[in-house]
């Protein structure tokens, strides 16, 4: 079995990548999370794979880390969550946010998953709350600061910026900018830390 495959990135496509090994492209099923965390076209990049094998089909999937193929893998234990729905799923929600919506016992947020209904929501629960391995490692709880700008950490994610850089520059702002962020409206204080966020990460 495949543990990872290493070569050039030649195409990055909604939650696809096309990877060249040698002259051989693989199409390889990825989350948003590990599209957004892989090196840009043309780049040399290492993508940690498992391979759906049936009798009427064959598809590869990957990770930009051995964590995320764990977390991957724990949601295939959820009854009715096959490998879609679980790409799906990690595509819709941070594992930091999926953890504390299972600790907090949050079903509404994860109803609002793709392709997550109460029942799965539920089965999810009862399958993962404290149980999610994430690897060799421990699935990382968002801080106060990552929870409170979620949809600042989400625009820059979407602009192409690395999640976890968007954090760390968040939560170093906040403490930077508190006393100008005091006096302003929620929305001024996204638009604020927004504007300074991408000159930092630029």
């Known amino acids: 079995m495949f543990n990872s495959l290493t070569g050039t990135i030649t195409a990055k496509l909604p939650q696809t990548v096309h990877l060249d090994t040698s002259g051989m492209e693989w199409d390889i099923a990825v989350p948003d999370s590990s599209l957004n965390s892989l090196p840009p076209v043309g780049s040399q990049a290492r993508i940690f794979t498992w391979m759906l094998h049936r009798e009427d089909t064959m598809k590869l999937f990957g990770f930009a880390s051995p964590q995320e193929r764990a977390l991957f893998l724990d949601l295939l234990k959820v009854d009715g969550v096959g490998a879609k729905g679980a790409l799906k799923i990690m ?74 850089d968007c954090e760390a520059v968040l939560s170093r702002l906040e403490q930077e900018l508190a006393q100008e962020l005091k006096d302003k409206a929620p929305s001024q204080q996204e638009e604020l830390l927004f504007r300074r966020a991408i000159v930092e990460l630029a």
Request: aromatic share 4%.
């Open 91 to 164: 595509s819709g929600i941070t594992p930091a946010q999926l953890t504390q919506a299972l600790d907090s016992e949050d079903l509404a947020q994860l109803e609002r998953l793709p392709g997550v209904g109460k029942k799965t929501a539920q089965k999810m629960m009862l399958a993962l709350k404290g149980k999610l391995s994430f690897g060799d490692s421990p699935v990382p709880r968002p801080t106060a600061t990552t929870s409170r700008w979620q949809d600042v950490v989400q625009a820059l994610v979407d602009m192409g910026y690395d999640r976890r």
